[in-house]
């Protein structure tokens, strides 16, 4: 997945400015995607540049002013052509495994049984605080509750292999979650 493309999707609906381009990045689209506004303006900038957005600076001639992005009509070509290519299977870096798989590393067996159970934590705080944030809308839901269940099939693995003894630990202390109802994706 690239930003330019990220960003042309959060702009096919409505013009916003890059602040609010964040905040939505940061609203609808946690944990599956985020972006600073260090990484978003430059990106808007080379995407000005490639025709694919427009901009329009709003604001008084003093003071600061707002810089509205639109997309363009080259834009959302470029956008449904990303949407339609058959997607490549995300291969990246993911610092909670590697340390799973680097573990012998540790000089004892509870020093790895620790690392399990405090890996069994933060997972167990990240779903809880992306089950406490605000539900979004449609599709960004459907890959928030995704983003959940890849986290939940993570803790699961390290509830089973977790050494004898241990397992407590390992599961931590979070009532059973609630199943939201499937949406229905048909307009």
């Known amino acids: 997945m690239s930003l330019p493309h990220v960003l042309l999707g959060l702009l096919r609906d409505a013009p916003r400015t890059g602040y609010e381009l964040e905040r939505v990045l940061r609203s609808d689209l946690d944990p599956i995607w985020n972006a600073g506004?260090?990484?978003?303006?430059?990106?808007?900038?080379?995407?000005?540049?490639?025709g694919w957005v427009l901009l329009r600076v709003l604001g008084p001639r003093r003071g600061p002013r707002r810089n509205l992005y639109r997309v363009t009509a080259a834009g959302r070509?470029?956008?449904?052509?990303?949407?339609?290519?058959?997607?490549?299977?995300?291969?990246?870096?993911?610092?909670?495994?590697?340390?799973?798989?680097l573990l012998d590393?540790?000089?004892?067996?509870?020093?790895?049984?620790?690392?399990m159970a405090?890996?069994?934590?933060?997972?167990?705080?990240?779903?809880?605080?992306?089950?406490?944030?605000?539900?979004?809308?449609?599709?960004?839901?459907?890959?928030r509750e995704a983003a959940i269940e890849r986290l939940e099939s993570v803790r699961r693995f390290l509830r089973a292999r977790a050494p004898a003894?241990?397992?407590?630990?390992?599961?931590?202390?979070?009532?059973?979650?609630?199943?939201?109802?499937?949406?229905?994706?048909?307009?």
Request: proline residues 10%.
């Open 77 to 101: 070509r470029e956008l449904s052509r990303w949407l339609e290519e058959t997607p490549v299977v995300p291969r990246g870096n993911d610092p909670l495994l590697v340390r799973l798989a």
């Open 165 to 187: 003894g241990e397992a407590g630990a390992a599961r931590g202390r979070r009532a059973p979650r609630k199943r939201r109802p499937r949406l229905s994706m048909t307009r």
């Open 118 to 143: 405090a890996a069994a934590a933060a997972l167990n705080e990240e779903i809880r605080r992306l089950e406490k944030l605000a539900p979004p809308e449609s599709y960004p839901a459907l890959a």
């Open 37 to 50: 506004f260090s990484q978003i303006y430059p990106e808007l900038s080379r995407l000005r540049r490639r």
């Open 105 to 115: 590393g540790l000089p004892s067996r509870a020093d790895r049984r620790r690392a």
